[in-house]
């Protein structure tokens, strides 16, 4: 009877032994669940990512269809998205913050902090706060709760500073030109100072064909491997940056002449211009390598010539035995 007894006992012991063992990883795990995580598992049910930080700044990049947009207007950098997308995806807790440093980390994170918000069709995935410290260490803590982790997107520490980007300036297209060459209608350059160099092409057919501007005398003798060359350059002509200017500054650059004006007309009636200026530096020497550009979007921004000297030709470089 001893013995049964006993043996009763030792089989209690172990299914307590396992039950407490069963609470422990249980609760361990809840307690896991309830700092949340910060990945995005799946991506591609992203709608809305938001970007702030505690000085006022503010972008929302949106998907609608198959195309990202900075704040529902204007389109978003293509090199920049699939970027941002692996860094929500990717991004992992690497360890915790000791507790006697969460208060300070919190404080710091409402004066110098960024919170990202990242959304589907029906609600918020994830919420948290970022804290960037020394040697690019990145600091987060999930909305609500009070345990801050070191936070890391594993074998590409530096990219996750792309939540840094809180400014709808960082975000939108650069877009100057782009369009494939079997979509553009018409292409216009206007040079300014020298319009013995102005020209204009008009698609007939599957021909690109070459006129004087604004005279409009087709030229004969066209070399249309030239011609499909310079067609294509505007599939991607980028300019290099925003300019940060008080607006006086820019209208008195704008009010002078331009050095020449760009534009092309696709078949579906859209047209994409520039205006470009020329860029002085300290002394007011022009600036060899950079211009500005007032864009038809209304922006004003600076472009390299080393870009752009591909579409800014003169008439009689598409002249047959032209170099």
Not at 22 to 48: C, H, M, P, Q, Y
Not at 71 to 86: C, E, F, H, M, S
Request: hydrophobic share 40%; aromatic share 8%.
């Amino acid at each position: 009877m001893k013995m049964r007894n006993a043996k009763l006992l030792l089989l209690f012991g172990v299914l307590l032994l396992a039950t407490i063992a069963v609470f422990l990883r249980n609760g361990k795990s809840t307690i896991g669940r309830s700092e949340g995580r910060f990945n995005v598992e799946d991506t591609a049910s992203v709608t809305s990512v938001i970007i702030s930080n505690m000085h006022g700044e503010s972008v929302e990049l949106e998907r609608v269809q198959h195309q990202w947009l900075v704040d529902g207007q204007t389109t978003a950098r293509t090199d920049l998205i699939p970027v941002l997308l692996k860094v929500l995806h990717d991004i992992d807790k690497s360890k915790a913050v000791a507790k006697k440093a969460a208060d300070g980390i919190a404080s710091a994170m409402k004066t110098d902090g960024f919170h990202i918000v990242v959304k589907n069709r029906r609600k918020a995935i994830v919420s948290y706060n970022l804290l960037f410290g020394e040697n690019n260490v990145c600091i987060a803590m999930i909305d609500g709760s009070k345990h801050p982790f070191e936070v890391e997107v594993p074998g590409y520490p530096q990219i996750i500073t792309i939540l840094k980007l809180s400014s709808a300036a960082d975000w939108k297209s650069r877009a100057v030109f782009a369009a494939n060459s079997d979509r553009i209608e018409q292409i216009v350059f206007n040079s300014e100072s020298h319009p013995d160099r102005s020209f204009i092409m008009k698609r007939n057919g599957r021909q690109m064909e070459v006129y004087s501007y604004p005279l409009g005398l087709k030229i004969s003798n066209i070399d249309n491997e030239k011609v499909d060359r310079f067609v294509a350059q505007f599939q991607r002509k980028d300019y290099s940056s925003q300019v940060q200017q008080p607006q006086l500054s820019i209208d008195s650059i704008t009010a002078s002449r331009p050095i020449f004006t760009l534009s092309i007309t696709t078949t579906d009636g859209r047209e994409q211009w520039c205006r470009a200026f020329e860029r002085r530096l300290t002394g007011n020497s022009p600036d060899p390598d950079n211009f500005y550009m007032l864009l038809s979007n209304g922006d004003f921004v600076q472009a390299r010539y080393y870009d752009f000297d591909p579409v800014i030709k003169s008439l009689k470089y598409f002249e047959s035995g032209e170099k």
